[in-house]
């Protein structure tokens, strides 16, 4: 059948199972949203307030689901603000296709009004992009962007659609889903090598990454670990894909992680990495990383292999298969000594758990907050988050119900991306989404409070006040002589009333008793609702990496 270009865009989205997007309409994109308005029983459209909300929101429909987010923006500054978003996903290896509008071809590289080179702009942050300047390759070129997106290391994909694209015509044929394109099988040569490393080990740390995560790995990993006697760890992309409530999980390590994963990992003789990139926040400084231990590295990108810390062995291709393959063929092996010695430093990371509760001066602590939380959020919760001080205390206290239950950016470290991100979160799985901010991050997109409230998406939004840019008045605080240039937060909003004037509820919360209170009003209204929450501006992330210092230099108390 002949459609015109916005219609075969659309036509190609459903036939590739997209059902939601997110975006902002603009004079080069009318087009595609008639053709929008058209399919509207087939495919939802969510208006954000801005186009990064609407990137973000792609990206935690896609951490949520393992599905391909979709986003749509106009040419010029509504492609451009799309760009922080492109990179939040990129730099975490989210699916995303972002499509954009431009000028008709003849008017490309004239200047014209809200003409951008998008394609220009995004080459570096994006997996791949495309710019269609014929009819005949659009809906093609749409498929092409859904295979890479998800395929090996996913990534975002942009694909920028001049006009007189979208308004001509073409035959369009209906084709299948896209598959991912299949990762080569390691040689049974380097599955051998690995088993024999693995067999050597005296004290060996699984360490996941989100590439775990990401494959639902979970299960397979906590057999292997008591297989052949070992513990795990993760970095932050890693969290949730293995039961917090595990023996032998320690939780993230790194800069902010939990002192019995960091030591953990510093003291162990073999380090299996899974799907995980050595990011200089997981390591500290490198060439002291890991200094008695062998490393194996599993990853589908040859480009991380070897790329931050020098590895014993690389094993690139579909790490699934590879991990299933070795863990098939190593012996079992109780390891009691390395147990006994993993459990003096939880003990030792338990005492100086107390010593921060201890020596806290608020009524209200942000241990409490997720304590909290814990005990009332309802099953399947994802937890969102943005960027900062809240994010690391989620990382360190924050119970996950299971693979994907949580979306924050690691990578980019994007303050304001929690909001957009739960509202695509909600969307895709329908679960309960509860969004931990701060002061600063909220302050970035809050706008997008007006689209949760008009699409009714119940977000619960636990802000964490302190006054403060947390995180950089910390180390202003440690390492500045508490130099605190432009972190104290002189601003005089009402985030209660605030949250009123959007349509949404609004609660205040100064103590553990008036959260619990206000948290399950939340919880039970059903709306979006926003709690206020006040915490000391002193309170610290602890421990912590001082810069440019090794897991042996880690900080546990001021």
């Excluded at 970095?235 to 800069?255: A, H, I, K, T, Y």
């Excluded at 309170?539 to 546990?556: K, N, Q, S």
């Amino acid at each position: 059948m002949k459609l015109n270009g916005a219609q075969i865009l659309i036509r190609t989205l459903i036939e590739q199972g997209v059902t939601d997007v997110f975006g902002y309409p603009g004079g080069q994109v009318i087009n595609i949203y008639d053709a929008l308005y058209e399919y509207k029983d087939e495919i939802n459209h969510i208006l954000t307030a801005h186009e990064q909300g609407a990137s973000h929101a792609a990206d935690g429909y896609s951490r949520a689901t393992g599905k391909v987010g979709v986003c749509i923006a106009t040419s010029g500054p509504g492609a451009t603000n799309l760009v922080t978003g492109i990179a939040t996903a990129m730099l975490d290896s989210i699916p995303m296709v972002a499509i954009t509008g431009n000028v008709p071809c003849s008017l490309i590289g004239k200047d014209s009004f809200q003409e951008i080179d998008i394609t220009g702009v995004t080459l570096p942050i994006t997996k791949h992009n495309f710019f269609v300047s014929k009819i005949e390759d659009l809906a093609d070129t749409i498929r092409k962007a859904f295979s890479i997106a998800k395929s090996g290391r996913p990534g975002p994909v942009l694909v920028d659609i001049p006009k007189d694209v979208q308004v001509g015509k073409y035959e369009y044929e209906p084709q299948p889903v896209v598959e991912k394109i299949p990762l080569p099988k390691v040689k049974e040569s380097l599955i051998d090598k690995a088993v024999e490393l693995i067999a050597e080990a005296k004290r060996p740390y699984i360490y996941v990454g989100g590439g775990a995560a990401g494959l639902g790995m979970g299960d397979d990993i906590v057999k292997f670990a008591e297989k052949i006697g070992a513990v795990i760890g993760c970095s932050f992309m890693g969290l949730s894909s293995v039961p917090q409530d595990n023996e032998r999980f320690l939780g993230m390590q790194g800069m902010h992680g939990h002192y019995a994963s960091s030591m953990s990992q510093n003291e162990a003789d073999l380090i299996l990495a899974v799907g995980v990139r050595f990011s200089d926040r997981a390591t500290g400084n490198v060439s002291k990383f890991a200094k008695t231990s062998k490393i194996i590295q599993l990853d589908p990108d040859s480009a991380e292999v070897n790329k931050n810390v020098r590895v014993d062995l690389g094993l690139v291709g579909d790490v699934e298969d590879s991990f299933k393959r070795i863990a098939a063929k190593c012996e079992a092996s109780e390891k009691p000594a390395w147990l006994a010695r993993v459990n003096e430093l939880k003990n030792q990371e338990k005492q100086f758990e107390e010593e921060i509760a201890a020596a806290a001066k608020a009524p209200l602590t942000p241990k409490q907050v997720f304590e909290t939380i814990n005990a009332l959020k309802p099953a399947r919760t994802v937890i969102a988050t943005d960027v900062g001080q809240h994010q690391m205390w989620a990382a360190q206290y924050a119970h996950f119900d299971g693979p994907r239950r949580i979306v924050s950016s690691g990578g980019l470290g994007t303050m304001g991306f929690g909001l957009g991100a739960a509202m695509g979160a909600y969307v895709a799985t329908k679960d309960p989404v509860v969004l931990i901010t701060g002061d600063g991050s909220f302050g970035m997109n809050l706008n997008e409070l007006a689209t949760a409230v008009t699409y009714k998406i119940p977000v619960v939004i636990v802000l964490l006040n302190n006054g403060v840019l947390g995180m950089v008045r910390q180390w202003q605080t440690l390492f500045f002589g508490k130099r605190y240039s432009n972190t104290i937060l002189t601003r005089k909003t009402d985030f209660v009333a605030l949250a009123k004037a959007f349509g949404a509820d609004g609660y205040k919360a100064e103590t553990q008793v008036e959260f619990k209170k206000a948290f399950e009003a939340a919880l039970a209204s059903g709306k979006v609702s926003v709690i206020d929450v006040t915490i000391d501006k002193d309170e610290m992330v602890l421990p912590m990496l001082p810069p440019g210092g090794a897991i042996a230099d880690i900080i546990t108390k001021v």
